[in-house]
T-cell receptor
Framework: GAVVSQHPSWVICKSGTSVKIECRSL??????MFWYRQFPKQSLMLMATSNEGSKATYEQGVEKDKFLINHASLTLSTLTVTSAHPEDSSFYIC???????????FGSGTRLTVV | KNEVEQSPQNLTAQEGEFITINCSYS?????LHWLQQHPGGGIVSLFM???GKKKHGRLIATINIQEKHSSLHITASHPRDSAVYIC?????????????FGSGTQLTVLP
Protein backbone atom coordinates (compact mmCIF):
# COMPACT_ATOMS: atom_id res chain seq x y z
CA GLY A 1 0.00 0.00 0.00
CA ALA A 2 0.89 3.66 -0.21
CA VAL A 3 3.41 4.51 2.49
CA VAL A 4 4.70 7.82 3.74
CA SER A 5 8.01 7.54 5.56
CA GLN A 6 8.55 10.29 8.14
CA HIS A 7 11.87 11.08 9.81
CA PRO A 8 13.01 11.57 12.42
CA SER A 9 10.53 9.85 14.72
CA TRP A 10 11.72 11.93 17.62
CA VAL A 11 14.13 14.78 18.12
CA ILE A 12 15.36 16.85 21.04
CA CYS A 13 16.89 20.20 20.23
CA LYS A 14 18.03 23.32 22.00
CA SER A 15 16.09 26.56 21.90
CA GLY A 16 17.04 28.68 18.94
CA THR A 17 18.08 25.85 16.69
CA SER A 18 16.23 24.62 13.61
CA VAL A 19 14.84 21.17 13.01
CA LYS A 20 13.92 19.61 9.70
CA ILE A 21 11.27 16.90 9.41
CA GLU A 22 11.02 14.88 6.21
CA CYS A 23 8.12 13.00 4.70
CA ARG A 24 8.76 10.78 1.72
CA SER A 25 6.16 8.95 -0.31
CA LEU A 26 7.73 5.58 -0.99
CA UNK A 27 5.62 4.03 -3.71
CA UNK A 28 3.42 6.78 -5.02
CA UNK A 29 3.58 10.42 -6.01
CA UNK A 30 2.29 12.82 -3.39
CA UNK A 31 1.20 15.97 -5.15
CA UNK A 32 -0.33 17.26 -1.92
CA MET A 33 1.02 16.84 1.59
CA PHE A 34 -0.76 17.98 4.73
CA TRP A 35 1.20 18.90 7.85
CA TYR A 36 -0.46 18.57 11.25
CA ARG A 37 0.52 19.35 14.82
CA GLN A 38 -0.89 17.57 17.82
CA PHE A 39 -0.52 18.65 21.44
CA PRO A 40 -1.00 16.09 24.23
CA LYS A 41 -4.58 14.93 24.64
CA GLN A 42 -5.69 17.13 21.76
CA SER A 43 -6.76 16.48 18.22
CA LEU A 44 -4.66 17.00 15.13
CA MET A 45 -4.59 20.56 13.88
CA LEU A 46 -3.79 21.34 10.26
CA MET A 47 -0.82 23.64 9.97
CA ALA A 48 -0.36 23.86 6.22
CA THR A 49 -1.00 22.23 2.90
CA SER A 50 1.89 21.85 0.51
CA ASN A 51 1.61 21.22 -3.19
CA GLU A 52 4.51 20.04 -5.28
CA GLY A 53 6.26 22.90 -7.01
CA SER A 54 4.30 25.71 -5.39
CA LYS A 55 4.16 27.63 -2.14
CA ALA A 56 2.46 26.05 0.83
CA THR A 57 -0.88 27.30 2.09
CA TYR A 58 -0.76 28.00 5.82
CA GLU A 59 -3.67 27.92 8.21
CA GLN A 60 -4.58 31.01 10.15
CA GLY A 61 -2.27 31.57 13.08
CA VAL A 62 0.59 29.46 11.72
CA GLU A 63 3.72 31.50 11.08
CA LYS A 64 5.03 30.68 7.64
CA ASP A 65 8.45 32.12 8.42
CA LYS A 66 8.76 29.87 11.42
CA PHE A 67 7.43 26.69 9.88
CA LEU A 68 9.08 26.44 6.49
CA ILE A 69 7.57 23.91 4.15
CA ASN A 70 9.26 22.72 0.99
CA HIS A 71 7.67 20.34 -1.49
CA ALA A 72 10.19 20.37 -4.29
CA SER A 73 9.44 16.92 -5.64
CA LEU A 74 6.52 14.54 -5.88
CA THR A 75 8.07 12.25 -3.31
CA LEU A 76 9.47 14.60 -0.68
CA SER A 77 8.00 17.28 1.51
CA THR A 78 9.88 18.84 4.41
CA LEU A 79 8.86 20.93 7.41
CA THR A 80 11.58 23.01 9.07
CA VAL A 81 10.88 24.47 12.48
CA THR A 82 13.15 27.50 12.62
CA SER A 83 14.47 29.08 15.81
CA ALA A 84 12.61 26.49 17.85
CA HIS A 85 11.23 27.39 21.26
CA PRO A 86 9.89 25.13 24.03
CA GLU A 87 6.31 26.00 23.03
CA ASP A 88 7.01 24.38 19.64
CA SER A 89 7.38 21.05 21.41
CA SER A 90 4.67 18.90 19.91
CA PHE A 91 3.91 15.90 17.74
CA TYR A 92 4.14 16.70 14.03
CA ILE A 93 2.65 14.39 11.43
CA CYS A 94 2.28 14.52 7.68
CA UNK A 95 -0.41 13.03 5.49
CA UNK A 96 -0.88 12.57 1.78
CA UNK A 97 -3.89 11.79 -0.32
CA UNK A 98 -3.89 8.52 -2.19
CA UNK A 99 -5.98 7.43 -5.13
CA UNK A 100 -6.05 3.67 -4.78
CA UNK A 101 -7.58 2.94 -2.42
CA UNK A 102 -9.02 6.41 -2.18
CA UNK A 103 -8.15 8.06 1.09
CA UNK A 104 -5.21 9.23 3.12
CA UNK A 105 -1.97 7.79 4.34
CA PHE A 106 -0.11 9.17 7.32
CA GLY A 107 3.51 9.40 8.29
CA SER A 108 4.50 7.87 11.61
CA GLY A 109 4.95 11.28 13.19
CA THR A 110 7.80 13.21 14.79
CA ARG A 111 7.87 14.04 18.46
CA LEU A 112 9.76 17.30 18.86
CA THR A 113 11.05 18.40 22.25
CA VAL A 114 12.72 21.78 22.51
CA VAL A 115 14.78 22.30 25.66
CA LYS B 1 -19.31 23.97 19.01
CA ASN B 2 -16.82 21.78 17.20
CA GLU B 3 -17.68 20.74 13.68
CA VAL B 4 -16.89 17.12 14.53
CA GLU B 5 -17.81 15.67 17.90
CA GLN B 6 -17.05 12.22 19.19
CA SER B 7 -18.39 10.27 22.10
CA PRO B 8 -17.38 8.92 24.44
CA GLN B 9 -14.04 10.64 25.08
CA ASN B 10 -12.81 7.66 27.06
CA LEU B 11 -14.00 4.09 26.99
CA THR B 12 -12.82 1.12 29.01
CA ALA B 13 -14.07 -2.33 28.09
CA GLN B 14 -13.41 -5.92 28.99
CA GLU B 15 -11.92 -8.20 26.39
CA GLY B 16 -14.64 -9.65 24.19
CA GLU B 17 -17.11 -6.80 24.60
CA PHE B 18 -18.84 -5.12 21.68
CA ILE B 19 -17.74 -1.50 21.40
CA THR B 20 -19.38 1.48 19.75
CA ILE B 21 -17.82 4.89 19.19
CA ASN B 22 -19.98 7.67 17.83
CA CYS B 23 -19.24 10.67 15.64
CA SER B 24 -21.53 13.57 14.81
CA TYR B 25 -20.71 16.39 12.45
CA SER B 26 -22.37 19.68 11.64
CA UNK B 27 -21.08 20.45 8.15
CA UNK B 28 -21.75 19.04 4.74
CA UNK B 29 -19.21 16.39 3.92
CA UNK B 30 -18.01 14.45 0.93
CA UNK B 31 -16.57 11.64 3.05
CA LEU B 32 -15.79 10.57 6.60
CA HIS B 33 -12.74 8.75 7.89
CA TRP B 34 -12.17 6.60 10.91
CA LEU B 35 -8.54 6.61 12.03
CA GLN B 36 -6.66 4.67 14.68
CA GLN B 37 -3.78 6.31 16.55
CA HIS B 38 -1.47 4.04 18.50
CA PRO B 39 0.28 5.09 21.73
CA GLY B 40 3.45 5.95 19.81
CA GLY B 41 1.49 8.40 17.69
CA GLY B 42 1.33 6.58 14.38
CA ILE B 43 -2.00 6.86 12.57
CA VAL B 44 -3.69 4.23 10.46
CA SER B 45 -6.68 4.88 8.26
CA LEU B 46 -9.36 2.30 9.05
CA PHE B 47 -12.24 3.34 6.82
CA MET B 48 -13.36 6.02 4.45
CA UNK B 49 -17.14 6.26 4.09
CA UNK B 50 -19.49 8.38 2.08
CA UNK B 51 -22.59 6.24 2.60
CA GLY B 52 -23.84 3.00 4.11
CA LYS B 53 -21.63 0.56 5.90
CA LYS B 54 -18.18 -0.98 5.61
CA LYS B 55 -16.69 -3.98 7.36
CA HIS B 56 -13.11 -5.05 7.79
CA GLY B 57 -12.45 -7.97 10.08
CA ARG B 58 -13.89 -7.15 13.50
CA LEU B 59 -14.42 -3.50 12.61
CA ILE B 60 -17.63 -2.11 11.20
CA ALA B 61 -18.27 1.51 10.26
CA THR B 62 -21.63 3.00 9.40
CA ILE B 63 -22.72 6.42 8.31
CA ASN B 64 -26.10 8.15 8.11
CA ILE B 65 -25.71 11.18 5.87
CA GLN B 66 -29.17 12.58 6.67
CA GLU B 67 -28.53 12.47 10.40
CA LYS B 68 -24.87 13.52 10.03
CA HIS B 69 -23.75 10.66 12.21
CA SER B 70 -21.31 7.80 11.97
CA SER B 71 -20.45 4.92 14.25
CA LEU B 72 -17.46 2.65 14.57
CA HIS B 73 -18.10 -0.76 16.05
CA ILE B 74 -15.56 -3.28 17.26
CA THR B 75 -16.78 -6.82 17.79
CA ALA B 76 -15.03 -9.24 20.16
CA SER B 77 -12.70 -6.51 21.41
CA HIS B 78 -9.12 -7.36 22.30
CA PRO B 79 -6.45 -5.54 24.32
CA ARG B 80 -4.55 -4.85 21.10
CA ASP B 81 -7.51 -2.71 20.01
CA SER B 82 -6.52 -0.23 22.73
CA ALA B 83 -5.78 3.03 20.93
CA VAL B 84 -7.27 6.42 20.18
CA TYR B 85 -9.95 6.32 17.51
CA ILE B 86 -10.46 9.49 15.55
CA CYS B 87 -13.30 10.53 13.30
CA UNK B 88 -12.38 12.98 10.53
CA UNK B 89 -14.47 14.53 7.79
CA UNK B 90 -13.74 15.98 4.39
CA UNK B 91 -15.91 19.01 3.79
CA UNK B 92 -18.02 19.18 0.69
CA UNK B 93 -16.94 22.76 0.04
CA UNK B 94 -13.90 24.94 0.62
CA UNK B 95 -10.34 23.62 0.59
CA UNK B 96 -10.09 20.41 -1.30
CA UNK B 97 -9.56 17.24 0.68
CA UNK B 98 -8.34 18.58 3.98
CA UNK B 99 -9.59 16.74 7.03
CA UNK B 100 -11.36 18.14 10.07
CA PHE B 101 -10.78 15.93 13.07
CA GLY B 102 -12.81 14.98 16.09
CA SER B 103 -11.09 15.02 19.46
CA GLY B 104 -10.71 11.26 19.53
CA THR B 105 -11.90 8.44 21.76
CA GLN B 106 -9.37 6.75 23.99
CA LEU B 107 -10.25 3.06 24.07
CA THR B 108 -8.74 0.73 26.64
CA VAL B 109 -9.57 -2.95 26.43
CA LEU B 110 -8.69 -4.89 29.54
CA PRO B 111 -7.73 -8.55 29.42
Amino acid sequence: GAVVSQHPSWVICKSGTSVKIECRSLDFQATTMFWYRQFPKQSLMLMATSNEGSKATYEQGVEKDKFLINHASLTLSTLTVTSAHPEDSSFYICSATIRVPRGYTFGSGTRLTVV
Amino acid sequence: KNEVEQSPQNLTAQEGEFITINCSYSVGISALHWLQQHPGGGIVSLFMLSSGKKKHGRLIATINIQEKHSSLHITASHPRDSAVYICAVIGSSGSARQLTFGSGTQLTVLP
